[in-house]
């Protein structure tokens, strides 16, 4: 397969020197040889670039040059533009993870399948502290669909590759405002393609105080993050779930069914009390856990979403 089909590896970094060596012995060290790494810094004022630069002769690599700090999720989708459209399939990489050595063959042999349709495929989570010691895995999702997209994510950027006809589309109107690269694909690919969930923890995911998203690995901080989510105003609190829905449609009209586009409109409607009601009672958003769906009609009914 390494033979047929090209990869691009996509890697966002910002200060990453302490942990991105161990990333990138994991790259090298993958079954699946026929990738190139593109690798653009945000900025980065200690040996990140160096210690990337270490491994050009163990794999095939691009650094793309950064003309201001933009962020991770902006950085992203730079590096999706940038890598251009001659490869299959594109692989995103967090700085500070490390990857099974079956990570993008086990990516490639799931999008093969679907050349001409927009395909995302994304897998389980082993999440462990800084030293690499197990802490837990990730949940599989019970529901994968466009209602749940909308108001969650289930695909965790460092596990997301993504087909070339997804790339395509997806660069052809990039959002404007966006919470995380991962979420606006999940949504893109719940409502024009296909999302392939692997039960395969093809990750090591490294949980420490500079993840620009951590997990929530325990109900105090599950409660922390929520509380923190529910008090903030601006674009990456409380209202980035309409906010994000708002962009997505902007971008996607055009490819959005009658249903798609109304359900949305279900969502973004929520001026009034009595609509506010509807989606608290009878909408058809639903996430992972029930409680949370349960949290989520609250949040309905006081529009704070």
Request: glycine share 4%; with cysteine; net charge positive.
């Amino acid at each position: 397969m390494s033979g047929e089909i090209k990869a691009a590896v996509l890697l966002a970094t910002f200060n990453g020197g302490k942990y991105v060596t161990e990333l990138l012995e994991s790259m090298a060290s993958q079954t699946f040889k026929n990738f190139v790494l593109f690798v653009r810094d945000d900025g980065s004022s200690d040996n990140t670039i160096s210690l990337v630069r270490r491994f050009s002769k163990r794999m095939s690599m691009n650094i793309l040059e950064a003309q201001s700090r933009v962020g991770p999720a902006k950085s992203f989708f730079e590096l999706l533009s940038g890598a251009g459209a001659d490869f299959d399939l594109y692989c995103f990489a967090d700085q500070d993870d490390v990857w099974a050595g079956s990570k993008i063959e086990r990516a490639a042999q799931k999008l093969s399948q679907f050349k001409n349709r927009p395909a995302m495929y994304c897998s389980r989570l082993e999440y462990v502290d800084e030293q690499l010691k197990h802490i837990r895995y990730s949940r599989p999702p019970r529901i994968i669909s466009f209602e749940n997209a909308l108001v969650e994510n289930i695909a965790t950027g460092c596990t997301v590759a993504i087909n070339s006809k997804s790339r395509n589309l997806l660069l052809r109107t990039p959002p404007e405002a966006v919470y995380m690269h991962d979420w606006w694909f999940y949504v893109f690919h719940a409502a024009i393609g296909e999302v392939l969930y692997d039960d395969f923890p093809a990750i090591q995911y490294r949980q420490h105080s500079a993840n620009a998203v951590g997990a929530e690995t325990g109900i105090v901080s599950t409660c922390r993050k929520r509380f923190k989510r529910f008090i903030q105003r601006d674009s990456d609190g409380i209202f980035r779930v309409s906010r994000q829905a708002l962009s997505f449609k902007s971008c996607f009209a055009g490819l959005l069914n009658q249903h798609q586009t109304a359900t949305i409109d279900l969502l973004l409607n929520k001026k009034t009390l009595p609509t506010r009601l509807r989606l608290a009672l009878c909408s058809p958003f639903v996430r992972q856990r029930d409680l949370d769906t349960f949290i989520l009609r609250i949040l309905f009914l006081l529009g704070r979403y």
